[in-house]
């Protein structure tokens, strides 16, 4: 039972501090962050909704374990920057998780205020906290632990791997984090658009954790380069954290897909953000810039690929779905965003074939209408095309958004690791421990497309277990 006051006081609350945002018709044309966060005086205000509650729920749906009340109470009390540090004891990515955590069904469902009204913008105080301490100057770094002699190499630069590599470095190991790219960062670098995550942010990120102690060791493909055993065996690492995500696109499988001006959400997004595609021809790689764009899919990469296609100049983008919009996976404020900026939603649709225009190039799409039936294993509602209800639509540009797998790269070089039959690496939930003595893994390779700060809490426990099992060992 909830005490008198606590109810008392949940009555008494006022409405969330909305943040401002970019006008719609302006920032369709720009590659500007949408939101423009709080000022001072809106997070203090913000902050003075919170509750202290004597049993914060919030902290419940935080898999980094945040201490939400503590750093909303600081923020009340006007020490921003104590703030900051507050909410990096557990989480070395607070700018990235406050602008991209889906918070609403993680700490901010949880939150008592949500009961009645609206729930604490917790999300968006931690990107304040962030961001003003960043402006300060006042990062903070941590003293150095003593070195404990041991060396664990990381793969994959992502937010689990980024994670881990925070974790381990606190506790006096030596850590090294090997990534393929050019950039360290995984998807917050080459996946997330620039409006919704700035490049800046992600790069401030990692900077601290390289201050932190921590080696990068980029271009780095490691199946290729080394094999996991080479590290283990050869070059003195003694334990190994794998979290290379799943980035192999699945397409559609259906005629016409190797067409011309057809690419997978994947290489759209890796073009136009890390290799700056949109800034042609300063920056080199070049992009079709369709004036009549379908989007495949439903979820965030779909609301992403859809909203940069506008902003590289379509007139017309169709964001194809084939269930409803109470289906989509995507995040609700960047579904809200995707039809204010005039992305047009075509759903219960479904592609059935690509039309060439006789030189090799997409110029039309065939459709099929849905329709929902019983609810599949998902739990949600199977489609099911519409005998007859064939229709076309005119493109130049086709993107398909219908999610990852596993890359075998590197797990084909490992016979020891067991993989599940979709290729994941199996690891326990609460350790990240694979079949391989030493070797640990976990975010996307392991669950599947899933989100940052879930690949972040699989880094924060494969940590503490690499931890154990040095000690154990040595
Ligand atoms: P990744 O971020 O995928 O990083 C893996 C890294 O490993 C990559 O840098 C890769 O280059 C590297 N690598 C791979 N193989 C090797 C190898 N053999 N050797 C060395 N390095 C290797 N989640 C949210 O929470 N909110 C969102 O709004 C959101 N939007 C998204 C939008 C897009 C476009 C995409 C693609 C995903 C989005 N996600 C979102 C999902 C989220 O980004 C992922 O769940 C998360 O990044 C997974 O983290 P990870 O550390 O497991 O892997
Ligand atoms: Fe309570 Fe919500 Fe404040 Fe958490 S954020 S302490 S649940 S009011």
């Given amino acids: 039972m909830k005490e008198k006051p606590e109810l008392e006081k949940e009555k008494k609350t006022k409405p969330r501090?909305?943040?401002?945002?970019?006008?719609?018709?302006k920032r369709i044309r720009n590659f500007e962050e949408v939101p423009y966060g709080y000022t001072p005086d809106e997070a203090a205000d913000e902050a003075s909704r919170c509750l202290q509650c004597k049993r914060p729920t919030c902290r419940n749906g935080c898999p980094v374990e945040v201490d939400i009340p503590s750093f909303i109470k600081l923020i009340k009390e006007g020490k921003f920057i104590e703030a900051a540090w507050k909410v990096k004891e557990k989480n070395a990515l607070p700018a990235v998780c406050g602008r991209i955590c889906p918070q609403e069904i993680q700490c901010e469902s949880l939150c008592i205020l949500g009961k009645k009204g609206e729930p604490v913008a917790i999300g968006n105080l931690e990107r304040f906290v962030a961001d003003y301490e960043a402006e300060k100057g006042g990062i903070q770094i941590p003293e150095k632990?003593?070195?404990?002699?041991r060396?664990?190499?990381?793969?994959?630069s992502g937010p689990g791997g980024l994670t881990c590599a925070a974790d381990l470095i606190r506790s006096g190991h030596q850590v090294t984090l090997f990534e393929a790219l050019h950039k360290p960062g995984g998807v917050l670098i080459y996946g997330i658009p620039e409006f919704r995550l700035p490049k800046v942010i992600v790069e401030r990120e990692v900077e601290y954790i390289k201050k932190l102690g921590v080696e990068l060791v980029l271009d780095a493909i490691i199946g290729k380069l080394y094999t996991v055993d080479e590290l283990l065996n050869d070059k003195g690492y003694d334990a190994c954290f794998i979290c290379i995500g799943a980035g192999l696109p699945i397409f559609l499988g259906i005629p016409g897909e190797n067409l011309n001006g057809i690419y997978s959400a994947n290489e759209f997004l890796t073009r136009a953000n890390l290799m700056k595609a949109y800034l042609f021809p300063e920056y080199d790689t070049p992009i079709k810039r369709g004036e009549r764009v379908a989007v495949f899919g439903g979820g965030n990469v779909a609301m992403d690929?859809?909203?940069v296609a506008l902003r590289l100049g379509a007139e017309k983008v169709y964001l194809i779905y084939r269930r409803s919009e109470a289906e989509m996976?995507?995040?609700k404020a960047e579904i809200h965003h995707a039809h204010e900026e005039g992305v047009e939603f075509l759903l219960l649709t479904n592609?059935?074939?690509f039309i060439d225009d006789g030189k090799g190039n997409v110029c039309k799409v065939e459709c099929v209408r849905m329709e929902l039936g019983e609810p599949d294993e998902s739990g949600r509602r199977r489609p099911s095309p519409i005998k007859g209800s064939e229709f076309q639509i005119g493109i130049d540009v086709a993107i398909t958004a219908l999610g990852t797998m596993a890359n075998p790269l590197l797990t084909k070089t490992m016979p020891d690791l067991k993989l599940n039959k979709r290729g994941y690496i199996i690891a326990e939930e609460a350790t990240g421990m694979t079949s391989k003595p030493g070797v640990f893994a976990g975010g996307d390779i392991v669950t599947g497309s899933a989100t940052v700060i879930s690949a972040m809490g699989a880094g924060r426990r494969a940590a503490k277990a690499v931890n154990e099992y040095l000690k154990w060992r040595y």
Wanted: aromatic share 0%; hydrophobic share 35%.
């Fill in 145 to 149: 632990p003593r070195p404990t002699g």
């Fill in 17 to 25: 501090v909305k943040m401002r945002e970019q006008d719609p018709l």
């Fill in 151 to 156: 060396k664990v190499a990381i793969v994959g």
């Fill in 351 to 353: 592609p059935t074939r």
């Fill in 305 to 307: 690929a859809a909203r």
């Fill in 329 to 331: 996976p995507a995040r």
